[in-house]
């Protein structure tokens, strides 16, 4: 009985009492390829036209490397199109220069993802479609401890989106008001009290005593 081959990686599948005398090669060539499948790194040049990996039986093959870098700068859109059939996981670099263009990872007759300039990918084929493992389609949650110090900047920040039940009880301070930012609206009828003026405008039915330098006294004889 012949060799078969594997449906994902083409390794060849040896039948019982086959390839003797060069069983040994045959099997050190299977193990180079799930080396490559792996580890296998390869820069693949794509700026003047698509690129279509290919995955050969029982030999070092494109489409088996575990990375693939891409590389140049697109004349056009460029597509690299993946063998049908094929179930696997690679790491994607995207170094090339993109200008007005774009560049798609798929499978042959299936569909794919476009890939960031200057940007990693993890993606993978059903053997149908390949589809991008990207951080908007992972579950869970980000924590505190996910989120470094001083990571979240000012444009991070959506308009109108901090609302008064994000903000504790006494937490700003007078450092941040601007100055001269507190207007007349800003302030609830009857809120401000003698206690919060400066000088003082008293209207006493006794003689006045004690106050500050500057207040004003006027006595009420009813």
Same mark, same amino acid.
Do not use: C, H
């Given at each position: &009985?012949?060799?078969?081959?594997?449906?994902?990686? #083409?390794?060849?599948? &040896?039948a019982t009492g086959e390839n003797a005398g060069t069983w040994g090669t045959k099997t050190n060539t299977n193990l180079e390829l799930v080396?490559? $499948?792996? $580890?296998?790194?390869?820069?693949i040049d794509v700026a003047s036209s698509d690129v279509t990996l290919v995955m050969s039986n029982a030999s070092i093959s494109n489409a088996r490397n575990m990375v693939l870098k891409f590389t140049g700068t697109l004349a056009g859109n460029r597509t690299v199109n993946l063998p049908d059939g094929?179930? #696997?996981?690679?790491?994607l670099q995207d170094a090339t220069t993109h200008g007005a263009n774009s560049l798609t990872f798929k499978t042959t007759s299936g569909t794919g993802f476009t890939l960031d300039e200057g940007k990693m990918h993890g993606g993978f084929s059903d053997g149908t479609n390949t589809y991008e493992?990207?951080?908007?389609?992972?579950?869970? !949650? +980000?924590? !505190?401890?996910? +989120?470094?110090?001083?990571?979240?900047i000012n444009s991070k920040v959506a308009d109108n989106a901090i609302l008064t039940a994000n903000i504790s009880n006494n937490q700003i301070s007078s450092a941040k008001i601007i100055d001269a930012n507190i207007t007349e609206a800003k302030i609830e009828n009857n809120?401000? !009290?003698?206690? #919060?003026?400066?000088? #003082?405008? !008293?209207?006493?039915?006794?003689?006045?005593?004690?106050?500050?330098?500057?207040?004003?006294?006027?006595?009420?004889?009813?």
């Open positions: &009985m012949a060799s078969t081959y594997s449906t994902d990686l #083409k390794l060849e599948l &040896m080396q490559q $499948a792996i $580890a296998g790194f390869q820069a094929i179930e #696997k996981f690679y790491i493992v990207a951080l908007n389609t992972l579950g869970g !949650t +980000i924590g !505190t401890l996910q +989120i470094d110090d001083d990571a979240i809120a401000v !009290t003698a206690a #919060k003026l400066q000088r #003082k405008f !008293t209207i006493s039915t006794s003689s006045p005593s004690g106050g500050s330098d500057g207040d004003v006294w006027f006595e009420y004889i009813p």
